[in-house]
């Protein structure tokens, strides 16, 4: 029984920095300010000849298409130059699949893991009968965790991100459809490695923030509870 719930307990630790990270990626792939943000500060009109309101909408059938509300990411668009056209090729749409495929599965591993977080959390107060005070080191502990593998990933991330994003890839996608051609196709114009690298650096910079919250109140609420106490 001992090495159940020793297991139980270190897989609640381990879906803490799960949960931070599976809900900054959400938070960024439904966030239009993020892509927004990415146009405008990578002069995306101007490289893609694309005005900024159809960027907008190109943004917002990205995010529904993510999220199931449409059947393609597809969308005509009409450029400066008054030529009307589809935006993606057959194979941009096919690694859109797959990335769609890999946000699913984010979306899932959230739910999956703040299901056993609040399970845990309920069972674990039932079977200590309110030590709660070893709940909340438990936190502490997931928190820690969290702050050392995104210490690690930062740091590997700004030093050699670009091999760090090609490995990714190589990981993710079982196709070569993910190598696209900057200069012709309209995806990577969309989302440049730039875009990533910085969007990367900000969700490291978000899911510290979590960490560091969530792990501030599990060490706050045992102190003042002890002090009080004396």
């Known amino acids: 029984m001992k090495i159940v719930k020793a297991i139980a307990y270190w897989l609640f630790i381990i ?22 943000y990415g146009f405008d500060k990578y002069g995306i009109s101007e490289i893609t000849k694309i005005d900024r309101t159809q960027l907008n909408e190109v943004a917002r059938r ?8 449409v059947e393609t990411p597809q969308i005509t668009v009409v450029n400066k130059d008054g030529e ?18 890999l946000f699913r599965l984010d979306y899932q591993a959230q739910v999956a893991s703040l299901a056993y977080i609040i ?4 069972l674990f107060l039932l079977w200590r009968k309110g030590r709660w005070q070893d709940l909340a080191r438990g ?4 928190c820690a965790l969290t702050l050392v593998l995104i210490a690690a990933l930062g740091i590997a991330s700004i030093f050699n991100f670009e091999q760090l994003f090609i490995q990714f890839h190589l990981v993710s996608f079982n196709n070569p459809y993910w190598m696209l051609n900057p200069s012709k196709d309209y995806l990577i114009m969309l989302f440049p490695e730039v875009f ?8 490291v910079g978000i899911i510290a ?10 060490w706050a609420i045992p102190f003042i509870y002890q002090r009080r106490r004396r």
């Open 15 to 36: 879906c803490l920095p799960l949960l931070f990270l599976t809900s900054t990626v959400r938070l960024g792939v439904n966030s239009t300010h993020l892509y927004e």
């Open 62 to 69: 990205l995010i529904d298409y993510f999220n199931s509300k």
């Open 84 to 101: 009307e056209f589809q935006l993606f090729h057959d194979y941009e749409l096919t690694h859109l699949e797959d990335v769609k495929g």
């Open 119 to 122: 399970i845990y959390g309920l």
């Open 139 to 142: 936190v502490r502990r997931g």
């Open 196 to 203: 990533w690298r910085n969007a990367a650096l900000l969700g």
């Open 209 to 218: 923030a979590e960490a560091l919250f969530s792990g501030g109140i599990a």
